[in-house]
């Protein structure tokens, strides 16, 4: 006997017990029906037989068959799980410009809903569940909330050309058991969004001038870009030594207003973009011991980022930041 067979011999017995008891009442009270069902079912029956009181028969609702090619789908997946933080409109961006696939973001996105990842969150808890000998999500507490910054207008934070103007800023990483507070200092070109992170050993004036005097100066010497102007806030760390080493240097250094962080905005996104694109993935796929260890994945990042990471903004609509920050050498060669 079938399915439909055995709810067909059910509901026959409902009726056939009505005249037994001589009561619709009583028999739905005894099969813990409504009365509307029963006179439903006793009305198909009437009209065609007992064979009217089989189940109706449902299928699924026509709809227009999924367009995405399978491997298209997988390569999809994989780039998500590969970068969880990013969104659709990121995802479908770099598989356009390293030529994988011309989707749109909105695609994507039911790709990554069919898989039950639509979301940052469901990303990271799936890479979060599956790597391999992974300590968990290690506590993180930044500095402070990051805002969503405004694009710059006011002449103050306007670049023309890279090292006319490059925002500065200190980012607290988190206190990792064994390692200790993991403090990270960020440079951001304001013309061409080229940026540059390394870990400090300690959040002081003398660690920030060092980083300007041994990292920052001859990096835009080798481009052959004059550095002109740093923009920090008015953080202890900008101070003192960092401001000597900004004078010997030849460096002109502005602060932008309290309670104004967005003037930042330039180095605030680069932050929010490391956080989210590097550090939340990389403390739940290993476990840091070492600060080296941690620089050499910041500067990995870095080099993606600089390189090959798909930039939509209207500074460089397209373009990488190293293709704008090295084209002095380019046109010189």
Not at 29 to 39: H, N, P, Q, V
Not at 180 to 185: C, E, R, S
Request: glycine fraction near 8%.
């Amino acid at each position: 006997m079938t399915l439909g067979d055995s709810i067909r011999a059910s509901r026959l017995r409902v009726i056939r017990r009505s005249h037994e008891l001589r009561s619709v009442s009583a028999a739905c009270r005894e099969a813990g029906i409504s009365r509307t069902l029963f006179y439903r079912w006793r009305d198909r029956f009437e009209r065609y037989g007992p064979d009217g009181l089989h189940p109706r028969r449902r299928q699924a609702a026509c709809g227009r068959p999924t367009q995405t090619a399978p491997q298209t789908e997988r390569l999809v997946l994989a780039l998500a799980l590969a970068w969880p933080t990013w969104g659709c409109g990121m995802l479908a961006a770099h598989l356009a410009r390293h030529g994988l696939a011309r989707l749109a973001p909105s695609t994507v996105q039911r790709v990554l809903r069919r898989a039950g990842l639509p979301t940052r969150r469901h990303r990271l808890l799936v890479l979060e569940q599956h790597s391999a000998g992974s300590a968990g999500l290690l506590t993180e507490r930044t500095r402070r909330q990051l805002r969503r910054a405004r694009q710059a207008t006011e002449a103050h934070v306007q670049a023309d050309v890279p090292g006319e103007l490059v925002c500065l800023d200190t980012f607290y990483v988190g206190k990792l058991k064994g390692v200790g507070k993991v403090w990270q200092i960020t440079a951001c070109d304001a013309a061409c969004s080229y940026g540059v992170a390394r870990l400090l050993p300690e959040l002081s004036a003398a660690a920030v001038a060092t980083f300007l005097r041994r990292v920052l100066v001859p990096l835009y010497r080798k481009a052959g870009w004059p550095l002109q102007r740093v923009l920090t806030d008015g953080g202890s760390e900008f101070k003192a030594a960092f401001d000597i080493a900004c004078r010997e240097l030849g460096i002109r250094h502005t602060r932008t207003k309290p309670r104004h962080a967005w003037t930042n905005g330039f180095v605030e996104r680069l932050h929010s973009t490391i956080l989210q694109e590097h550090w939340r993935i990389q403390f739940r796929r290993r476990y840091f011991t070492d600060r080296q260890t941690m620089q050499h994945t910041l500067e990995a990042f870095m080099r993606f980022y600089n390189e090959q990471r798909p930039h939509q903004g209207y500074r460089l609509q397209g373009r990488t930041p190293a293709s704008l920050f090295w084209g002095a050498i380019a046109m010189v060669n």
